[in-house]
């Protein structure tokens, strides 16, 4: 509406309904057009709105606007850091309808001599630009998982006699996949091929295929898929080599020998096998890296991962208090529900303000005076009172020493003013972190993978820094995040730092979240001892209160 030059006063009236909806916490296809009109903010026409949404699929007013508006501009509305203000002067003013005019533009400088842009940010429009065009066809692990699964249990079904395996990215469980691979071990390859060729999802890519290996890409999205054939007898050789890195499979064990070798010298009836014959034990495909696991698995070392069923409870989560979707009843009730002990609730801080409804004060009270109530409900579950504080610029947390010894225990986190050096970047967090009031350091460099390159920062400063200030890291379960960066994860086990898989859910399906944590845990070799989160109750609740005494004694 905005792009549009539609009427203000409607554009407000639609974003206030807006604000207030997502805090609603019935479903509005089940709640008559009356009640509707009756929630805070939405009133008669918007209600009318979401009744022919709710009959008809679609919002008419929407799809005219829809209609008259380029795809190259849609797309650009999705873009993070472009606001709908400017892109209606690339569009309006300079005439521009596709992000790949715009680059141009941009290179050319002519972006920046438009008002309202300037040189910084048609800079900063071209990073975007660019990046998004260089992951235009990949997925996050959570999309591709399911996408490989589904797969994979399709054929399984198909064509009972063979074997079947989903290998490469997907099974090494990387943060963002490129291509989604899959292992047949068959004696009758044309059949399968046969019917590859006529799936109707995938469109098969003649020129990049072979004899033992056909490519197609997905309909929707365009990712790569591939289909690697082999013997029924040599398929867990297959199987191995693809779902190993390289520098895994050519790593030197001893005298000579290398894990390619044995694949290449030797048929092999398991993974397993392939193993024994270097003399170790078998390795799980998503630590194969070459980052640590032969190390380990010659010393007999190797790590026990930690698995969902050690998690014992569910830190930093939002509730409607802030920018959450389901109240902090609801929430508690469903953590509960799945079995843990505990619930961490940390919604956002008083300068998150205008951007995540983040608590002043007086409501951090009233947060504290229900948790306290719930608590004696539920006991002998818990809620711990936390809060997600905004580091400031300067790297202070953004409520008074008063108001912070309130809490059970902090999540520090950057939010705004991403755009640093990692000088500025890495000092921010360093203060934050030396605040004894800090439990636990969020999301370390605010990434949003496939979407946006998180600030740099000296992830070894950060980690020893966390290590001398006995501050636990998280693992930002959120697949859009991931972060801390699994590559980092052995080097925080080996400097004595804990962390914490944390799904930073802001509605209860949020908590499947955690999974995606785990497997970023898993591949940095996280055991369940230096999960924070597979503490007890009773263990988690003396780390905060034994926090919290230090802190109250080192700023008296
Ligand atoms: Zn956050
Ligand atoms: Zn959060």
Known sequence: MTLHDENE?????????????????????????????????????TAKTIDELTQT???????????????????????????????????QQM?????????????KGELSKVKGFGEKTAQNIKEILLFIQANKHKLHYSKAEK????????????????????????????????????????DSKQKLINYFNSFPDIVYDEIHSGPQTWRGKLKEGGITIIIKFSSKKRFYNTLLSTSSSPIHLSHIVKDDLTLNKIIKNNTIGSEEE?????????IVPEIREGQFEWEAATKDKLPKLVEM????????????????????????????????QYLGISDHSTSAFYYANGLKEERVIAQHKEIDQLNEEMTPFKIFKGIESDILPDGRLDYDDDMLASFDFIVASIHSGLSM??????????????????TMLGHPTGRLLLQRKGYPIDHKTIIDACAEYGVIIEINANPWRLDLDWRWVHYAIEKGVMLSINPDAHEKDGYADMYYGLCVGRKGGLTADMTFNSFSLEQVQN?????????????K
Not at 62 to 88: A, C, N, Q, S, Y
Not at 154 to 170: A, H, Q, W
């Open 147 to 186: 996408i490989a699964n589904d797969l994979c249990d399709t054929l399984k079904k198909e064509f009972p006699n063979d074997l079947i395996e989903v290998t490469g990215e997907v099974r090494r469980k990387l943060e963002i996949i490129n291509e989604i691979k899959l292992v047949v071990g068959t």
């Open 57 to 91: 699929g679609e919002i008419g007013a929407l799809e005219k606007l829809k209609e008259k508006t380029p795809v190259g501009i849609m797309e650009m509305l999705k873009i993070k850091g472009l606001g709908t203000k400017k892109i209606k002067t690339i569009w």
């Open 9 to 45: 006063f409607k554009i407000k009236g639609y974003n206030n309904a807006l604000f207030n909806l997502e805090r609603y916490n019935e479903s509005l296809s089940q709640t008559k057009i009356d009640d509707i009109e009756k929630i805070q903010g939405v009133g008669k026409s």
């Open 95 to 107: 005439g521009i309808e596709d992000t790949s005019t715009l680059l141009e533009v941009i290179e």
């Open 309 to 340: 069923s050690d998690l014992k409870g569910i830190l930093h989560n939002h509730s409607t208090w802030s920018d959450g979707k389901h109240s902090l009843k609801d929430m508690a009730a469903y953590c509960h529900e799945l079995g843990y």
């Open 543 to 555: 780390h905060f209160s034994k926090r919290k005494k230090r802190a109250l004694a080192q700023i």
């Open 421 to 438: 050096d990692i000088k500025k970047a890495t000092d921010r967090l360093l203060t934050a972190i030396a605040n004894p009031f800090t």
């Open 274 to 282: 392939a193993y024994s014959k270097i003399g170790v034990p078998f």
